[in-house]
Every structure is written in C-alpha cells, then in structure tokens.
Nanobody, 123 residues
Framework: QVQLVESGGGLVQPGGSLRLSCAASGSIFSINAMAWYRRALGKERELVARIMSGGSTNYADSVKGRFTISRDNAKNTAYLQMNSLKPEDTAVYSC?????????????????WGQGTQVTVSS
C-alpha cells in the first residue's frame, strides 16, 4: 500500500505565499511523477504542476512564474511553493503520485491521490 500525506494549505492574503507538501510512503519501487492538481468551486480539476522522475517540470499557464514544484527524492516528498497568490488560486489542492510498485516478481504502475488541502486567497 502507498500513502500520501499533504500539508501546508490555509488562508493567505493576495500577494502572499504558501508551501504545500506531499509525502509518500509505503511499498514504492520507483516514483515516475508527482503532481499537484486543484479544483475550484464549480470548476473542473486542473493540473497545476508536475515533476517527472528525471526532474523535468511542467506548469499550468496560469501559475507559471509564480509557483514552483520541487522534490526531495530521499524523503519521497514533493513541494509546491506558491508565491504572489491571487484570489483565483483559491481551490482544493490535491497531490497525485504516479509510481511503480513491486509485488513478487511483477511490477505494476499505480496512481494515488492525497486527501486534498484547502488553499484560500482572500483579504
């Protein structure tokens, strides 16, 4: 089993910063990618940022230049540093983990989600 624990959400004023963390644990053979998604009230879930196993990253256009995704491989933890936050960044942010797990002599690719953390940007 694989577990994801998210932390770091909260209430912040426009222009402020927050850092989200997503720690993975369990029977992980390798991590293929870690990503953050968000869902605002009444909107579809969207990809915010993703970091691949080799370190390459991609971002939603709406957060480029403001958000930075990073990863601590030793801790199996991904971070999302969010700066210059705007009210439109208000959403539930969820961590997604794309991993390979090993069971006996077999390897499986699996996808896991964190429980989500609320980020509210408001004055």
């Amino acid at each position: 089993q694989v577990q994801l624990v998210e932390s770091g959400g909260g209430l912040v004023q426009p222009g402020g910063s927050l850092r989200l963390s997503c720690a993975a644990s369990g029977s992980i053979f390798s991590i293929n990618a870690m990503a953050w998604y968000r869902r605002a009230l009444g909107k579809e879930r969207e990809l915010v940022a993703r970091i691949m196993s080799g370190g390459s990253t991609n971002y939603a256009d709406s957060v480029k230049g403001r958000f930075t995704i990073s990863r601590d491989n030793a801790k199996n933890t991904a971070y999302l540093q969010m700066n210059s936050l705007k009210p439109e960044d208000t959403a539930v942010y969820s961590c997604n983990l794309d991993v390979t797990v090993k069971s006996g002599n077999y390897y499986y690719r699996r996808d896991y989600w964190g429980q989500g953390t609320q980020v509210t940007v408001s004055s």
